[in-house]
């Protein structure tokens, strides 16, 4: 804990010499906080998904017209913040509250590592990463946290926060699937239908984003090579993947520079090293769904969602869902202690430079002029998903393990009696 917080102070020392953040924050100084100022922007002035071709569902915009001060909107877009105080004050109070929540939750597990672990949520990189884009993820958190967290009774309420999430982040409905496979068929069945009435709700206020235009604007998005080649979201990401696709995009100038071996090399490595860990996890899955009742809660849901981050890459900001269900786990073995010690690494907002790549003149919108801006390479975005993986991996080894317990516990049981599922209000 006591490196997060100094990490936090060589961030905030380098932003007083430097005048921006270092990396792995978003390498350009003049799009700080622009993720929801800019959806706060199509918001009030309409079209967002023929023109700026969105992939989030309508009610990302249905709840910025409360959050959002519309007068604000009448120029262009970076100018919002510096007059919609709303916005980011909504911004860095979701945080919090989040925080809160997760505190709330971990003390329900263990009191004495609730603290630490609350704050490396609030405090850790990935958050933090999330403030500092504007991203709208900062509220889906709060409904993630609310619906599997051990805090409110109510089976409705849950559904809810859930609902608003994959409203908010779609990828999220791999979480409600992710219960089918503890054949809790009424609680995802109760949670898609509210998803579906959250659409449905914010879709009728909005007049704008049916099912059709999201699911084309996610296909045109996922095809777009301009994007998944960016180097700048390679600088933050979950998965190796975001470097084979840079690698492949930008394939004929990085030869030149660094040879055709590695690049070669490097891409099919990781495309293997991927196809490796779903398979390994997929067999952790079918584990739980033979037998639902060896394990918490919590399992499917953090070998779900990091199966996720390995695959998809959603977004280094995304990371705090895999480090909030590892905090959950209540489990004291050597497998769950790697992977927590993985989470509180991934949670250190500091990087390490090895290679100057250049320097460009940019306005920092944090202090307000002209910086000269040094882009390095770092061992983060090389680190990160390896610690993802490795995480991954010691999930996959307390899932076998629970799984021989279980069986070398119960094998005396005859078969014909019925096995329960421990109880849970989730």
């Known amino acids: ?3 997060i917080f100094a990490s936090i102070g060589y961030t905030y020392w380098f932003l007083r010499i430097n005048g921006y953040l270092p990396l792995p924050f ?46 604000c909107y009448q120029g262009k877009p970076p100018e919002a913040r510096y007059c919609d105080w ?67 009774r109510s089976t409705r309420a849950r559904w809810l926060g859930i609902a608003v999430a994959i409203n908010l982040k779609p990828y999220f409905v791999g979480l409600v699937l992710a219960k089918l496979l503890r054949r809790e068929w009424r609680w995802a069945e109760g949670a898609l239908i509210v998803t579906v009435i959250v ?28 994007h998944i080649s960016n180097f700048n979201t390679v600088v933050y990401s979950s998965s190796y993947s975001r470097i084979s696709n840079f690698l492949d995009g930008f394939n004929l100038p990085l030869m030149s520079m660094l040879g055709s071996w590695p690049v070669e090399f490097w891409p099919r490595t990781f495309d293997w090293l991927i196809r490796l860990f779903q398979v390994i996890s997929l067999l952790a899955v079918s584990l739980i769904w033979i037998s639902p009742e060896a394990f918490n809660r919590y399992r499917i849901l953090s070998l779900s969602f990091t199966l996720l ?33 993985c989470s509180y690494l991934l949670s250190l907002p500091i990087d ?39 995480i991954q991996l010691m999930l996959v080894i307390a899932t076998v393990s629970d799984f021989l317990r279980y069986h070398r516990k119960s094998r005396d049981i005859p078969a014909y009696l019925p096995t329960k599922l421990p109880e849970t209000s989730l």
């Not at 809160?100 to 949520?121: G, H, Q």
């Not at 269900?325 to 497998?335: A, G, M, N, V």
């Not at 202090?367 to 990160?384: E, I, K, M």
């Open 352 to 390: 390490i430079p090895f290679s100057r790549l250049g320097t460009r003149l940019t306005y920092s919108d944090l202090a307000g002029y002209t910086v000269s801006y040094h882009n390095w390479l770092t061992v983060g975005p090389f680190l990160r998903p390896g610690l993802i993986m490795v």
């Open 199 to 226: 659409y449905v709700l914010s879709f009728v206020i909005i007049k704008d984003g049916s099912p059709l235009q999201v699911f084309d604007n996610i296909k045109n998005f996922a095809a777009n090579r301009e």
């Open 26 to 71: 978003f390498p350009d100084p003049s799009n700080d906080l622009m993720d929801g100022y800019n959806t706060a922007w199509w918001t009030w002035n309409g079209r967002a998904y023929p023109d700026w071709r969105t992939v989030y569902p309508p009610f990302s915009f249905a709840i910025l017209r409360v959050l959002s001060i519309p007068a």
């Open 1 to 3: 804990m006591a490196m």
């Open 309 to 341: 981050l390995i695959t998809f890459n959603p977004g280094g900001y995304a990371m705090v869902g895999t480090i909030f269900f590892i905090f959950l786990e209540y489990r004291k073995d050597w497998s769950i202690w790697v992977a927590t010690i």
């Open 86 to 152: 709303l916005l980011i004050s909504s911004l860095f109070i979701g945080s919090l509250v989040n925080g809160v929540i997760a505190y709330l939750a971990f003390r329900k597990i263990d009191r004495s590592t609730a603290l630490p672990r609350a704050l490396a949520i609030t405090f850790g990189l990935p958050s933090l990463f999330c403030l500092q884009r504007g991203n709208l993820l900062i509220f889906a958190w709060t409904g993630v946290f609310l619906a599997f967290a051990p805090i409110i």
